[in-house]
């Protein structure tokens, strides 16, 4: 039996960038305090103790979104991915009749809307496709001598080999510690008003301003903003605009809303805290990891 080939350097990378982006998404869920503790599981990722998710519907949605949108940007397409955690808005109706007035208990309605309670951003710059390495060009010898041909090509497929395996060995590296920062993290404290019911998350793309004029691609019950043009460059995305799979949302959603009675309700991006900057010029790519909070 033949051997199968190792995966290509790109799709090693882009994978390895997926399964670290999953992983800390899952952690970032478990310390935002969103669901009960004992919906996460323990496991190991990069020799790193992490929670992951129990519910099935969360770990598809997770990565359902990723089977998109790592490809989004490794293309170049994406340029920012964001982690929103929401509450949902509650119109406070008065309280209900108990058997005495410490008995009684507030009663609110669903509005139908939600605000943003935090964001965590993931900004990527890539500079071609990760994990592309620019091996020697080959120039063959212009005499019919087989050998003198093999040898040179050889010597720098080895090359190519040790400059890949020692790239991906920096991106392990900075990864892991990506996740080591996100576990640092002080766990968000329920407010003392909040009620887990009400609050939720959603995952957005953010397509790189050279590639559309819209700006926000979201998956909110798998939402996505945008003209499939484009996606020309990036099938998977092409695919789920084609089939509808993404629809469109306010780009509002995405930010921070003001919530002021007396003027205009204002949207924007929070105040960024920086958790992590990679810098990885032997994979083509940077990344900065940062948390953003209510500016108003």
Not at 18 to 39: A, C, F, K, V
Request: with cysteine.
């Amino acid at each position: 039996t033949m051997a199968s080939a190792p995966p290509a350097p790109s799709l090693q990378f882009s994978t390895l960038l997926g399964s670290t982006i999953e992983t800390i998404l899952h952690e970032l869920l478990y310390s935002r305090s969103i669901y009960p503790p004992d919906s996460f599981t323990l496991h190991r990722y990069l020799g790193v103790r992490c929670h992951a998710s129990r519910v099935p519907q969360v770990g598809d949605y997770i990565a359902d979104f990723l089977r998109v949108a790592i490809p989004s940007i490794v293309s170049g397409v994406g340029d920012d991915l964001s982690l929103i955690i929401l509450e949902e808005e509650v119109v406070n109706r008065g309280r209900a009749a108990g058997g005495g007035d410490e008995d009684r208990i507030d009663v609110g309605e669903r509005t139908g809307g939600t605000k943003t309670v935090e964001r965590f951003v993931f900004q990527f710059q890539m500079e071609g496709a990760i994990g592309g390495i620019e091996g020697r060009k080959f120039e063959p010898n212009r005499n019919n001598n087989s050998t003198d041909i093999e040898k040179p090509q050889a010597i720098a497929m080895k090359h190519d080999a040790e400059l890949a395996s020692e790239a991906r060995a920096q991106m392990e590296r900075s990864m892991r510690e990506c996740l080591l920062r996100v576990l640092a993290l002080r766990r968000r404290r329920r407010r003392k008003d909040e009620k887990a019911e009400n609050m939720s998350f959603k995952l957005c793309l953010h397509v790189a301003e050279d590639k559309k004029q819209q700006d926000i691609v979201d998956i909110d019950a798998d939402e996505v903003v945008g003209e499939a043009r484009s996606a020309d460059s990036c099938p998977e995305l092409m695919n789920a605009l084609q089939h509808g799979e993404w629809l469109q949302p306010k780009q509002s959603s995405c930010l921070f809303s003001s919530n002021s009675n007396t003027s205009a309700e204002k949207s924007s991006k929070g105040l960024l805290r920086p958790i992590k900057d990679v810098n990885l010029p032997s994979c083509g790519m940077k990344m900065q990891m940062g948390m953003e909070v209510d500016p108003f």
